[in-house]
């Protein structure tokens, strides 16, 4: 009886036996084949479920929110990276157009020198344009070739479609090239050009003087005799002024027309050679007469 009472006394025991029990119970109930849930099971799945149900909605929309951020970012990097692949594709294509159109005028040039060695004994110097002054009253351009070269002021210059210009100051690694358009009757500095008709350069025929801005056309006066000239004819230097060398295409005829006082003739030619948007030129260099 004493051994009773002890064995009542120890909670633990006890507690111990219960589990089991509830435990053994349990598992009868599981393991057997179940009917219908009762009225507490169902109450407790529900109860669950509803609680369930208000935690997963905002976890799931939350969870969509960081991942949509995340997708935005890697949005970001990709759109990034393309721009920088379409802006160096940009880049390198016009590096390609470039070169492709820089080719072009280069094989052209090589074919002018090549015609030119055959037609006279001058040396043309290749030259490109660095810079290029738009001041309306004193057109130039400046091409990386100077002193150091042996360029020297007054060499002729022109491009493969005829001449354009003059070298007007030398430095030592650049010089500075006025256009044809700057020739003015009125500065002392102009370089007037003495030109004839190709096919018939025995004889010359006038003094290029001006340019007249309005028309685009170069103004040739004191032409005597304007029989054996016509429109279309190809205008050429004769090479007695003392600057500009004989046989470089000057332009074309355009009209022919009664100059001051009538006594003379005033001619107006067309350049050949474009002053815009000039890229390479010629400086054209006379050997010396020993």
Not at 151 to 170: F, Q, W
Not at 187 to 194: G, L, Q
Not at 260 to 289: C, D, H, L
């Amino acid at each position: 009886m004493l051994i009773l009472f002890k064995f009542m006394g120890n909670k633990r025991l006890i507690f111990l036996m219960f589990g089991l029990v509830c435990f053994f119970i349990l598992m009868g109930l599981t393991l057997g084949n179940r009917g219908p849930m009762t009225w507490p099971e169902k109450f407790v799945k529900d109860s669950v479920s509803w609680t369930q149900g208000l935690f997963y909605k905002p976890a799931a929309q939350v969870a969509g929110f960081f991942e949509d951020i995340r997708q935005l970012r890697v949005i970001y990097e990709e759109n990034k990276t393309l721009k920088l692949t379409l802006t160096q594709y940009a880049r390198d294509t016009q590096r390609l157009n470039d070169l492709e159109s820089q080719n072009k005028r280069l094989m052209e040039a090589l074919g002018f020198t090549e015609r030119q060695r055959q037609a006279n004994a001058y040396t043309y110097r290749i030259a490109e344009v660095v810079t290029v002054d738009n001041d309306p009253y004193n057109s130039t351009v400046t091409i990386n070739l100077g002193d150091k070269d042996g360029i020297k002021e007054n060499m002729a210059v022109m491009t493969v479609d005829g001449l354009v210009g003059r070298v007007s100051k030398v430095f030592g690694f650049h010089s500075n090239v006025q256009l044809l358009k700057e020739i003015t009757d009125s500065d002392n500095n102009s370089k007037a050009i003495a030109v004839t008709v190709k096919g018939n350069a025995s004889q010359p025929f006038g003094m290029i003087e001006s340019y007249d801005s309005n028309t685009g056309e170069l103004v040739m006066n004191k032409v005597e005799h304007a029989d054996d000239m016509k429109v279309g004819d190809t205008i050429i230097t004769s090479g007695l002024g003392q600057v500009f060398p004989k046989g470089i295409e000057v332009g074309t005829i355009s009209s022919i027309g009664p100059g001051e006082f009538g006594i003379t003739y005033k001619v107006m030619v067309k350049p050949k050679a474009s002053f815009n948007r000039i890229r390479e030129v010629f400086v054209v260099e006379v050997p010396e007469v020993k």
